[in-house]
């Protein structure tokens, strides 16, 4: 009789009547196997040249590369022996250079090790996969300027930079759902709100932006020009009171710096006096419309302290 082997990871199943009197020999052959596959580890030297696995590295749980990339770096595994793998890269000249896992069946999807730090993997006998690499949807904020090399080297990129872009929803049809579009949100340049969900802390009005809109987004840092009219009870003479209690009298600190503004009125203004903070009315018809505009040197104050943390990306598959 000849023995058979499991599909997966080729542990023997010895026929009857097999190895009578020698049956340790599978035996210990398939604890071994095993011990491999759930903690085995083994290291490989990289430079610029493709490794093909051997049977004593593939059967290992975790797999570390390390030395010096010269050049990018094809790491071959079986079809033929399927399982979860832990890659751990610890290579020099990562920046540069990529080290890419794949299977032998053509046209199998590839994926990269990331520098730096160990990423869990699966081969299913034609593609290799990431797994417990993030949730899609997710967002992850990147430290460096640019997406990097790992990511885009790989058949489906996992991450995708959150410029606006849009993505094939056939690539990415997870993403797709969770966005309710393929368009990616564009964060350049901008902080990121929770999604106001109906509660009406924000207002598309004010915000210029539907605030219950994934991706939908907005603002400046330019200061606008806003007009203010406000009212006059009694136009005829001086009051010298408050403009909240209709009288002739404007603190234009509520409406704008008079120093750089104007003053009008729907009928006409008589003795208008300004000192820089308060306008002193002695005639006006119905209204006073002031507006505030910018001059001088220097830049608006209107962005709160604030730093520069790189870029984002959202999880796509």
């Known amino acids: 009789m000849v023995s058979t082997f499991t599909p997966n990871v080729q542990l023997e199943e010895p026929a009857r009547g097999d190895y009578v009197g020698t049956w340790d020999t599978p035996v210990n052959s398939n604890a071994t196997l095993i011990d491999l596959i759930l903690?085995?580890?083994?290291?490989?030297?990289?430079?610029?040249?493709?490794?093909v696995l051997a049977a004593a590295q593939y059967e290992c749980k975790t797999i570390t590369f390390n030395s010096t990339l010269t050049g990018n770096?094809?790491?071959?595994?079986?079809?033929?022996?399927?399982?979860?793998?832990?890659?751990?890269?610890?290579?020099?000249?990562s920046s540069a250079f990529v080290i890419t896992l794949q299977t032998t069946a053509a046209g199998g999807q590839i994926v990269c090790a990331p520098p730096g730090e160990a990423v869990d993997i699966v081969n299913d006998g034609t593609n290799l996969y990431y797994s417990n690499l993030g949730h899609i949807g997710g967002y992850w904020d990147y430290g460096g300027s640019s997406v990097p090399l790992w990511v885009t080297t790989c058949t489906v990129p996992p991450y995708l930079a959150c410029t606006g872009g849009t993505f094939s929803s056939a690539t990415y049809p997870?993403?797709?759902?969770?966005?309710?579009?393929?368009?990616?949100?564009?964060?350049r340049g901008r902080s990121r709100v929770a999604?106001?969900?109906?509660?009406?802390r924000l207002s598309s009005a004010v915000a210029g932006f539907s605030p219950n809109t994934v991706g939908a987004g907005g603002g400046s840092e330019n200061p606008q020009q806003h007009t203010h009219t406000i009212a006059i009870v009694d136009p005829g003479h001086f009051h010298g009171a408050a403009a909240s209690e209709g009288?002739?009298?404007?603190?234009?600190?509520r409406v704008g710096n008079l120093l750089n503004g104007s003053v009008t009125t729907s009928g006409g203004i008589i003795g208008l006096q300004?000192?820089?903070?308060n306008a002193y009315i002695s005639k006006a018809t119905t209204s006073i419309t002031a507006t505030a505009s910018n001059s001088g040197t220097g830049t608006a104050g209107n962005l709160p302290p604030a730093y520069i943390g790189g870029i984002t990306m959202i999880r796509a598959g």
């Open 247 to 253: 009288g002739a009298y404007v603190n234009v600190a």
């Open 195 to 200: 999604l106001d969900a109906g509660a009406a």
């Open 174 to 187: 997870t993403l797709a759902v969770v966005l309710g579009s393929t368009t990616l949100p564009d964060t």
């Open 39 to 51: 903690g085995g580890r083994t290291t490989i030297s990289l430079n610029n040249s493709p490794v």
């Open 274 to 277: 300004s000192d820089g903070i």
């Open 73 to 93: 770096v094809a790491i071959t595994f079986p079809t033929s022996f399927t399982k979860s793998y832990t890659i751990r890269n610890t290579c020099t000249g």
